[in-house]
């Protein structure tokens, strides 16, 4: 019988995430028996400044990662978003499951939608994704930075701090508070983070039997759009200092839409393109070069301070 070691962030839903990633594989591996190792991130210590000042969503991954690294754990999931482009040598994301919802949600403390918010009413989050797409939507809006695990954020809001939040609707589907939406906030007009809704499952490449069990239990189609989503980000060589958005969507005659969002850092400019085809990573790249040959990567280099 062999024991797997799962690395997992302390907070509630990153062990929520971590036990049905356990339990999926349990029933598939029944001789397979299974320890977390809690782990703290700095990302998970410094919550007074925005995740773009301190190193971005890498910040999550990369003590993980060194966990993975040195063997002291032999897998970790992640929400797929924060997870940087590259990743560090010798590991692969072998496991991707069916996506759970992949909008963003509007929690509003009078049960407001985004419409509804007075002008001048305050908005918590510190995406800068999310920043910029509500200064294209309502910029008559004032938004203030939140931060911490998603139980805080809640009680933040509900306690009067801000008039609404808006957060990822798969963190708050898994861990049973769909009734605290207020709102769906729709892809079409506010395009979701890449990878939104997305477990990522990783390991190191050398394991062989734990590799080949991840692929055998990933969902295709949700593999192939985060694909297509990854490949965006790749090309664009994003990161969490410049808003970047990609969603992409599987038909059922096997053709992948992706749309992809770039936008100025403090949103004032942005930019969306969208492509189609069969191929993931060529639909990627095609998105990325349509957006790069518009400007996109002048954006991207003042977030970098050149």
């Given at each position: 019988m062999r024991r797997i070691r799962v690395a997992s962030r302390r907070s509630q839903l990153a062990m929520t995430q971590t036990n049905w990633v356990i339990d999926a594989l349990r029933a598939r591996r029944p001789d397979w028996t299974f320890e977390v190792v809690p782990i703290t991130t700095k990302g998970d210590e410094i919550l007074n400044v925005t995740l773009s000042k301190v190193g971005g969503k890498g910040l999550f991954v990369s003590e993980i990662e060194a966990v993975l690294t040195s063997n002291q754990a032999d897998l970790a999931?992640?929400?797929?978003?924060?997870?940087?482009?590259?990743?560090?040598?010798?590991?692969?994301?072998?496991?991707?499951?069916q996506r759970e919802d992949p909008r963003d949600a509007l929690v509003s403390r009078d049960g407001q939608t985004l419409s509804d918010l007075p002008k001048g009413a305050i908005v918590g989050t510190s995406s800068l994704r999310r920043m910029a797409l509500l200064k294209n939507l309502r910029p008559d809006l004032q938004v203030e930075p939140l931060r911490g695990n998603i139980d805080s954020r809640l009680r933040r809001a509900e306690q009067g701090e801000f008039a609404a939040i808006i957060l990822a609707a798969a963190g708050l589907a898994r861990m049973g508070w769909q009734n605290r939406v207020s709102e769906f906030l729709q892809?079409?007009?506010?395009?979701?983070?890449?990878?939104?809704?997305?477990?990522?499952?990783?390991?190191?490449?050398?394991?062989?039997?734990?590799?080949?069990?991840?692929?055998?239990?990933?969902?295709?189609?949700?593999?192939?759009?985060?694909?297509?989503?990854?490949?965006?980000?790749?090309?664009?060589?994003?990161?969490?200092?410049?808003?970047?958005?990609?969603?992409?969507?599987?038909?059922?005659?096997?053709?992948?839409?992706?749309?992809?969002?770039?936008?100025?850092?403090?949103?004032?400019?942005?930019?969306?393109?969208?492509?189609?085809?069969?191929?993931?990573?060529?639909?990627?790249?095609?998105?990325?070069?349509a957006l790069l040959a518009r400007g996109a990567d002048e954006y991207l280099r003042s977030a970098q301070g050149e």
């Open positions: 999931v992640h929400s797929l978003k924060d997870v940087p482009y590259e990743l560090a040598d010798g590991l692969v994301l072998a496991g991707i499951p892809p079409d007009d506010f395009i979701p983070a890449i990878g939104q809704g997305v477990l990522g499952v990783e390991c190191r490449e050398s394991d062989a039997e734990l590799v080949e069990e991840l692929k055998a239990w990933t969902d295709v189609p949700t593999a192939l759009c985060a694909q297509a989503e990854r490949t965006l980000l790749t090309t664009l060589q994003g990161s969490c200092q410049v808003p970047i958005a990609g969603y992409a969507q599987l038909d059922q005659d096997g053709t992948i839409t992706l749309t992809g969002f770039v936008a100025a850092p403090d949103g004032s400019k942005s930019l969306r393109e969208q492509a189609s085809g069969r191929d993931a990573v060529a639909v990627g790249k095609t998105v990325a070069e």
